[in-house]
């Protein structure tokens, strides 16, 4: 068997977030060395909160690191209920009394100490605003060369945005530490809404993941889920005809374990930081055209980016994968 991807898990749970965190629990080929929780879908608290809970009730005592409550450049938004619920995983009625702690380092710094004890082996997925990413790269410039490769999920080329016609949110939510990230030289993989947007996951998978895995972990993200995709539902027709949403953050895991499901292309990438455009990813996709205009010269690093995705099969290795015996302890909600 090959030895698993040492990953690290940048995150702000967040629906999507807490589904992918489980898939990643779950999957023998990935081996979570850390949580790192950064502010974004909830505050970098209820992020980190949530995280501990999330994986003490599913049996698993991993680091989790409390990191970047507030974008590098201008003010924090406002966390958005109305997608992930007040507390990110779609108002959980009652929490039951769990013991995990945090990690005391900050998220930045627990990604510099673990990239020099595991040099040219951890694999970020970074699925939240990239804060806790540029400031790791200040701490420690040489990351791009002690880090294996970078995942992350944000960023749309062709697709229209999530938060502006052209932005979408984590990327927007922090623009200049996006840009940081997509300019640091380290081997970066774009999992954006060009894919997440053609993955839909009925809540019916969830029922069922929930029904083959009874268990309080199961049930947590089955109630989770029903929340969120109300929000989508609401939003497009054409998720509402299946009462689902989309997966987003899970298919960053989906590409690291099954990268033959999506179709890739090359290209330089810069952020927009202000202005209406704020959060847009552009892409440099005619690499032998030589713009006149700054910040598309050669020396700006390339990326690769998921524009076309297997849907259906994303879908099969998520519900195979979250049916599987991961959950060794019986346990369910009263
Ligand atoms: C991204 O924004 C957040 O709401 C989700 O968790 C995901 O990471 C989708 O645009
Ligand atoms: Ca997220």
Avoid at 175 to 198: E, I, Q, S
């Amino acid at each position: 068997m090959n030895q698993p991807h040492k990953v690290i898990y940048d995150t702000d749970p967040g629906v999507d977030d807490a589904m992918a965190l489980y898939f990643a629990m779950a999957h023998p080929d990935i081996e979570l060395l850390g949580i790192t929780t950064t502010f974004g879908n909830v505050t970098v608290a209820q992020a980190a909160t949530n995280a501990l809970y999330l994986t003490a009730i599913a049996g698993q005592s991993i680091p989790v690191t409390q990191g970047v409550a507030a974008p590098w450049c201008m003010p924090v938004q406002a966390p958005p209920a109305h997608i992930h619920g007040a507390d990110g995983l779609g108002n959980l009625e009652g929490r039951v009394l769990t013991h995990n702690t945090l990690d005391p380092r900050s998220s930045a710094q627990f990604i510099v100490d673990m990239a020099r004890a595991h040099p040219g082996e951890i694999t970020l997925v970074a699925v939240g605003p990239l804060g806790n990413l540029s400031l790791a790269l200040k701490l420690e410039p040489r990351l791009p060369q002690l880090v294996k490769q970078v995942i992350l999920m944000g960023g749309t080329v062709l697709e229209p945005g999530n938060v502006s016609p052209v932005a979408e949110a984590n990327i927007w939510n922090d623009p200049h530490a996006a840009d940081l990230v997509f300019t640091a030289g380290w081997k970066l993989t774009m999992v954006g809404l060009d894919v997440t947007h053609r993955v839909i996951l009925p809540v019916a998978m969830f029922k069922r993941i929930a029904q083959a895995q009874q268990h309080l972990a199961t049930d947590t993200l089955h109630h989770a889920v029903g929340f969120y995709a109300h929000f989508y539902s609401g939003l497009y027709p054409h998720v509402a005809e299946i009462h689902g949403c989309f997966g987003h953050d899970v298919l960053a895991f989906i590409f690291l374990v099954n990268p033959e499901l999506f179709t890739l292309e090359n290209g330089r990438i810069r952020v927009v930081t202000d202005g209406l455009a704020q959060g847009q990813t552009i892409m440099k996709r005619k690499d032998f055209v030589p713009y006149p205009h700054p910040g598309w010269e050669n020396d700006k690093p390339m990326s690769q980016v998921c524009m076309h995705v297997q849907a259906q099969a994303c879908q099969e290795v998520l519900e195979r994968t979250l049916s599987g015996p991961w959950l060794t302890t019986q346990e369910r909600a009263a």
